[in-house]
């Protein structure tokens, strides 16, 4: 019986052993990290706050450059600014595949443009990108749709008579219209049963999919599919989408006019008509629904986000609020809409916008990366297919570029003469080939509803300013702010 034992320890040991000699020969010439363990990577180095506060940690001994083993998969971490701007920037082709997400796999399986690889990838976002300039600067520009939605945002304020608010729906809305009128060609009523539902959908699989548990998915995907988990939650929301989608793609192509395009979807399907000899083309079913999806949800969430962060901030801060405030004012007026126009005149209220952007950190670990050829890198050998985590956050709080980057400051993008300051380590939609295709939009969003929604209201918290919590409710994939309440009371004059 003893014997045994040791003859079933001694066979269990030398598995190990060859398993760990097989984790050093893959790390083979990437950068060092801390020494993995079979089958559990660096599970033990893992901070119990998240793979963030994990990756921080491990800079601080490794430097900028340094590979972690996820589960059984290397990865390589690039913190600060000119280690992700060296590679996403300097060697783009090289750093330009996508790597996979593991609570979304399952649903996009590398279709849609967010997700895709190859040629696939480069077709789909050319498509994307002419697409969207199009229906963005055709029969009315962005602009204007942004301006027309913040006028019915401003209706749906007023009619809270200063009651307080969670903002989220509103924010949610808002945004989302904007996308589903160049995707869909159409907005949604506030009160739409269906609309609400799926922004519903859209902010719940958010928060799953940035939460802990999802982050201790990706370790091991492969194993914890087959267990319960927010993973499910998110194959069904996402699914439900889908159909919501398959379904609207179903009525334009019933309704579809060649010769009076109305959205994205109406020039995806002629595209796919056009090429459906092609046995080769990407225009089929699967891309055009992931494509959407991608499209519609982080058209959405990443935009309302930033603005539900962005007016907790301007709870905490009121002395920057009244400045903001000041601003709009004296080039604004009471009179008109903000428009673009206004942006370059409002340095301030621009800084504002872009501090909250720094601070909220939407994208703390970046999108993942893959290789896509054995790549020379700071001295390393990185092989072909391995994945890389530009670390966003790491960026974005970067020292050497924001003198206190932990702290919420507009000066951080202002210099001595009040004008705005560019900094490369403003990297909020990431940057290089697969640098967000939405920024143009995104960036319209913030300044066009912030200032809007300021022109018009004060803003108000049951908390004292000193007490506010400015602690995320969730940070992994995404980062999110925590429940507050708030109060819109008209300006005089306004």
């Given amino acids: 019986m003893e014997l045994s034992v040791l003859l079933l320890l001694a066979l269990l040991t030398g598995i190990l052993l060859l398993l760990a000699k097989g984790c050093t ?23 119990r706050r998240g793979l963030l506060k994990s990756i921080l940690r491990l800079q601080e001994k490794y430097g900028d450059v340094f590979t972690l083993y996820l589960g059984p998969r290397p990865v390589v971490m690039l913190c600060g600014t000119e280690a992700i701007r060296e590679a996403l920037v300097d060697q783009a082709e090289a750093f330009s595949g996508r790597g996979k ?34 229906f963005g600067m055709g029969k009315r520009s962005v602009e204007e749709r942004i301006q027309e939605e913040a006028q019915c945002l401003l209706e749906e304020l ?67 599919k087959h267990f319960p988990g927010a993973h499910r939650q998110v194959y069904k929301n996402l699914q439900e989408i889908n159909v919501f989608i398959a379904r609207s793609v179903e009525e334009h192509r019933k309704t579809l006019d060649p010769s009076n395009l109305r959205d994205f979807i109406d020039t995806y399907l002629l595209r796919m008509d056009k090429e459906k000899s092609d046995p080769n083309s990407e225009f089929h079913q699967q891309n055009l629904i992931n494509t959407v999806l991608a ?14 962060y962005g007016f907790l901030l301007m709870l905490k801060y009121p002395h920057i609020t009244e400045r903001v405030h000041k ?29 909250i952007q720094r601070f909220s950190d939407l994208s703390p670990l970046g999108a993942p990366h893959v290789v896509t050829k054995d790549t020379y890198f700071r001295g390393y050998i990185i092989p072909k297919g391995t994945e890389v985590f530009p670390i966003l956050s790491s960026a974005l709080h970067d020292a050497h570029y924001f003198e206190k980057p932990d702290a919420f400051n507009p000066d951080h993008f202002l210099d001595a003469s009040g004008a705005v300051r560019k900094t490369e380590a403003f990297i909020p939609f990431s940057t290089g080939k697969r640098i ?49 309440q708030i109060s819109f009371l008209p300006r005089q004059g306004c």
């Fill in 327 to 355: 601003e709009i004012n004296q080039v604004v007026g009471s009179q008109r809409p903000p428009a673009l126009d206004d942006r370059a005149k409002m340095p301030y209220t621009d800084a504002v916008i872009h501090e």
């Fill in 158 to 224: 007023r009619n809270t008579k200063g009651a307080l608010r969670d903002p989220t729906f509103f924010f949610h809305a808002i945004t989302a219209n904007i996308i589903c009128s160049i995707v869909f060609g159409k907005r949604f009523s506030y009160r739409d049963p269906e609309f609400m539902w799926l922004l519903e959908l859209i902010y719940q699989s958010f928060v799953l999919i940035s939460s802990f548990s999802s982050q201790v998915f990706e370790l091991f995907p492969d194993f914890l």
């Fill in 436 to 484: 967000c295709l939405g920024e143009g939009i995104a960036r319209m969003e913030l300044f066009l509803f912030f200032t809007t929604i300021l022109q018009n209201f004060s803003v108000a918290s049951p908390v004292a300013p000193e007490d506010i919590d400015l602690t995320p409710q969730e940070s992994g994939v995404g980062k999110l702010p925590p429940v507050y």
């Fill in 25 to 47: 020969k893959a790390q083979g010439h990437l950068p060092p990290g801390p020494r993995p363990l079979p089958f559990l990577g660096n599970l033990l180095q893992m901070d």
């Fill in 295 to 308: 499209l519609f949800f982080a058209g959405t969430e990443t935009t309302s986000t930033t603005l539900s």
């Fill in 101 to 134: 997400i593991a609570v979304v796999d399952p649903v996009v399986q590398g279709y849609g443009v967010v997700f895709a690889n190859g040629d696939r990838w480069r077709t789909l976002r050319r498509f994307s990108l002419a697409t969207m300039r199009d």
